[in-house]
Structures are given as C-alpha cells and as structure tokens.
C-alpha cells in the first residue's frame, strides 16, 4: 500500500504497453492514483489543467521532449517546482545515474522493471526523500 502522503504520481511514458503495464502495477498492487501522460507536453498541460501530483515518474528516453526537458519545464510550474521525482530509463551507466541525481532524482528505476516489486521501489525511494 502507499505510505502516507503519496498517492497520486504523475508517470510520462511514450510507450503505450509500459504504461499499461506500470497503472495495474501501481494501482492494483502498489494502491496509487496513476495519472498517465503519453508525452513531456501531454504532462505540461495536465499541470497547466489544475493536475497536482504528489511524485513525478519520467521516462528518460522520448521523442520530441525528453524526461530531463520535461522536468526541467515541470520545474517553471508553481504546482510542480518543488515535486519529488524518479526517472525510469534503461541507460543506467554510473555516468547517466549520476546526471539524473544532478537532476535531483530521489532514484532511477531501470527497465525493464518488474511490475511486482514497482511500487515497493517507488516506497522506499519516496521514504528516503528527506
């Protein structure tokens, strides 16, 4: 189940499967509210529409706005300048991970990831946050 004060994630991802995959994941099995966004622009306007998440979950790797571009866009937005976030990538060379830090990532989960243990990962990094 969430722990206290998460519940509602924001998760951009270009891949339609992925995304399907990650709501059952996290809201069957993890009890979160899944907000999902096919695009960094798609995400910008559910901000702009009054959307407020409690975490952002950004695929790193997607055409036209990338996960670091989209976060750098959601962090001009008052309701997200301040909002944790994770990136999901499967470039996750010591190099790459360090950058995603820099970024002020609380984590990174690789792909493929398993859809069992997702939530359970989303925890422990959302726990490790102060």
Request: hydrophobic content about 45%; proline content about 6%.
């Amino acid at each position: 189940m969430a722990d206290s004060g998460l519940k509602n994630i924001l998760y951009v991802e270009d891949d339609p499967d992925i995304r399907t995959v990650a709501k059952i994941s996290f809201e069957i099995v993890g009890g979160f509210e899944l907000n999902c966004c096919a695009s960094g622009m798609d995400a910008l306007q559910q901000i702009r529409n009054g959307y407020v998440p409690d975490l952002l979950l950004l695929d790193v790797m997607m055409p036209v706005m990338d996960g670091p571009t989209t976060l750098l866009e959601l962090r001009k937005m008052t309701p997200t300048a301040n909002t944790p976030v994770v990136f999901m990538t499967a470039k996750v060379q010591s190099v790459e991970l360090e950058y995603y830090r820099n970024l002020g990532a609380l984590g990174v989960i690789a792909k493929p990831f398993d859809p069992m243990t997702l939530s359970d990962q989303i925890n422990e990094m959302w726990a490790r946050r102060q």
